[in-house]
């Protein structure tokens, strides 16, 4: 079977590899991967040669596809189930833990971009039925960072408010949910062409953060002075201070990412005095996810999409999603 591999750092050094199969233990199932999305984590894997992790890496933590044999004990799936892949591979209910954080798949394991894959059947999940095999691939990372932020954590409520930064995979995940459960959204972009895109995903505010840079001001104007519930805070370094600002007293803060880089400093006494809650999220358990697809089931929820490759073109994608001209998920059709 094919395989990405990469074997240094850069795009150019992710290469197709032939692999060969593994034999299944009792409890594992061989899937056959039909589609894979990128994270902006996958692009600094790729870029930054792993990341900690050791070299060759199979990379992507997201994979969807059917189940082709099953191990001798497996009692969850049968061939032809339609499944997604779990980003932690042991995390499955309660909170996370350090074991946890070293089964994440296209880190600490092998990833999804290649053919087929072998895994414990406790990591896969069920692929929601109204779902094509390319959209249930966007979800056990961006989404299920989004779900677990805004409800899980964020525990939202019709009438709340909440303020989501850049049209990224995370983002307008946040903004579908955060709709979904009745909240009002503030969505920030370098683009007006992706802020129209959102207003008709249901944004109730929009604001340029290139054309507006205290855009941290203008939410608290839209919010008559209070600040938002709730921010998905997918910035880091360059938008945490900004973002505390934007919450309202006792609001929470989801610190999700670090689109503009790790460090800095941030002023401790704002979340004191306005007794923000800083949550830190990371992704999401199995139990988490099978939630969060029965709410997209009855809603039938479409992930946003914004372009598909072929197998073939995976450096593309990866190229395609470091140009952050996307809205929503890049995905890899196999
Ligand atoms: N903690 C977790 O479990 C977890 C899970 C998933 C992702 N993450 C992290 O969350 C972040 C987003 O991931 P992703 O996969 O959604 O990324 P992505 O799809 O690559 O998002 C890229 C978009 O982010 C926006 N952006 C960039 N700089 C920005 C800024 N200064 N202010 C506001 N928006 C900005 C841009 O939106 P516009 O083009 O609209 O300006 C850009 O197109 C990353 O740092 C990632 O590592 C963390």
Redesign the pocket.
Known sequence: MKAYELHAKGIDNLKLAERASAPLAPHQVRLRIRASSL???D??TVLHGGMGVSLPLIPNSDGCGEVVETGAEVTRFKPGDRVITTFFQRWIAGEITSDVMRSALGGALDGVLSEQVVLDESGLVELPSYMSFEEGATLP??AL?AWQSLIVKGRIKAGDTVLV???????IFALQFAVLHGAQVIV????DA?LARARELGAWQTIN?RSDPNWEKTVLDLTDGKGVDQVVE???A??LEKSLTATRFGGMVGL?????GFGGAVNPDVVLRKSVNLQG???GSRAMFEDMNRALSAHQVKPVIDKTFDFGQAPEAYRH?EA?G?FGKVVISL
Do not use: D, E, F, P
Request: proline fraction near 0%.
């Open positions: 994270n902006y984590r692009l600094m990372c961006a960072t930064l850049g049209t990224g995979g995370v983002s920030t972009s370098s683009s992706k953060y997918v910035g880091g360059g938008t999700i990412g670090v689109l503009t999220i990371y992704v999603l952050q996307h």
